[in-house]
């Protein structure tokens, strides 16, 4: 992640001082300034914690220290064009921490206001997650109206932010509790003219699959009922978590129903694959039932763990039509490398596959280190 660090570097940092020492002149920016000589092989997130604690700082040390200078200052700051990019994730984050901290029964609000106006340059996904935490009922009802704004970005921030397993961003329990609140702001937006947006959608309610299958399959069979072009795309691709993993109504949905099939294999062109290496499979599909068959075809690898044990990962294949007594012969590639997202252990894995959910064939091999 070296390159990702570098996203807020020196001179971005240098930027950002001169333009905040213009547009606000009344603070005196010299901690930001100085973390531009402090971030060393800091991670990006350690960066982003460095500038905006050196922000709160020095509007902290100010004439008027709080939350208010804060908005303002920012504000400001937006008539400046090159106020953008990652340096503004810190900002971001500052004026969290200051509207947080703040007594003032409005600072909460305008703080969400101030995010959307900052997400245009740079999203906002990451810090807005505080201000759910702090107050999740509060901040979903403001967050609902982006949904309805005219600029793309504040639109995606109202499904992005609030995605319950958004990467890099920090958990909202609740928002894993209650699966139910964030589904009116995908309704509002999985027909949005904004594929950037309805990407967002699609990701986050594959995200709510992983806590809450069956409301993910009701909420997709709803917007199918008033679909348009676009929403087959948004469906499959937030059901491919559980189209994987072989939930009924998922594949049902789709049009994946209990089929009569027969599958010979997998075959394996090799027993005993040492790693790094590529294991060649092949099997064969026949439809035999009376009537054409749609099929969602997949593979699970049963990886061995280090304590002996297997966990299986699904890969998918591809998606076909079979008439009736049709064939058809696939044949397919895995590669076995050490990355770092995953460490193969030598001894027995199995491969397996999944035909509209349900497994066929499952065949064992061994993995030697090289």
């Not at 809450?212 to 072009?229: G, K, M």
């Not at 061995?304 to 591809?318: L, T």
């Amino acid at each position: 992640m070296g390159a990702m660090n570098e996203l807020i570097d020196p001179p971005g940092i240098g930027t950002l001082t001169r333009i905040l020492t213009q547009s606000a002149p009344t603070v005196e920016w010299k901690q930001t300034a100085a973390t531009a000589s402090l971030l060393g092989d800091l991670n990006l997130r350690a960066r982003t914690d460095l500038v905006a604690d050196a922000l709160v700082a020095d509007i902290s040390t100010g004439p008027v220290p709080g939350y208010t200078t804060a908005s303002a200052s920012f504000r400001a700051a937006l008539a400046v064009p090159e106020f953008t990019g990652w340096v503004l994730w810190p900002v971001s984050e500052a004026a969290v921490t200051l509207a947080l901290a703040s007594d003032a029964a409005g600072d909460f609000d305008d703080c969400l206001a101030l995010l959307a106006e900052l997400t245009p340059r740079l999203t906002g996904e990451f810090a807005v997650r505080r201000l759910l935490a702090r107050d999740m009922d509060r901040a979903l009802a403001a967050i609902l109206t982006w949904t309805a704004h005219p600029d793309e970005h504040v639109r995606r921030l109202a499904s992005e932010g609030t995605r319950p397993y958004l990467p890099w961003a920090v958990r909202v329990p609740a928002l894993v509790r209650r699966p139910d609140a964030t589904l009116p702001i995908l309704t509002a937006l999985y027909r949005d003219p904004s594929e950037y947006v309805r990407r967002s959608v699609a990701n986050h309610l594959n995200d709510l699959a992983r806590h809450a299958p069956d409301a993910v399959v009701d909420t997709a069979r709803h917007w199918l009922t008033a679909a348009d072009r676009n929403t087959g795309w948004v469906v499959r691709h937030g059901l491919r978590t559980l189209i994987k993993k072989g939930h009924p109504g998922a594949l049902a949905l789709l049009g994946f129903t209990p089929a009569s099939v027969a599958v010979s294999g997998p075959r394996l062109d090799q027993e005993i694959l040492r790693v790094p290496g590529e294991l060649t499979f092949a099997f064969d599909i026949s439809n035999t039932g009376t009537r054409d068959v749609r099929l969602a075809v997949d593979y699970l690898v049963h990886y061995r763990k280090a304590n002996g044990s297997q966990s299986a990962k699904v890969f998918k294949i591809s998606t076909l039509t079979l008439a009736p007594g049709e064939s058809r012969s696939i044949s397919k590639r895995h590669a076995f490398r050490q990355m770092t997202t995953r460490v193969h252990h030598p001894g027995l894995h199995a491969l397996e596959l999944q035909i509209n959910g349900a497994a066929h064939g499952r065949t064992e091999f061994v993995l030697e280190m090289a």
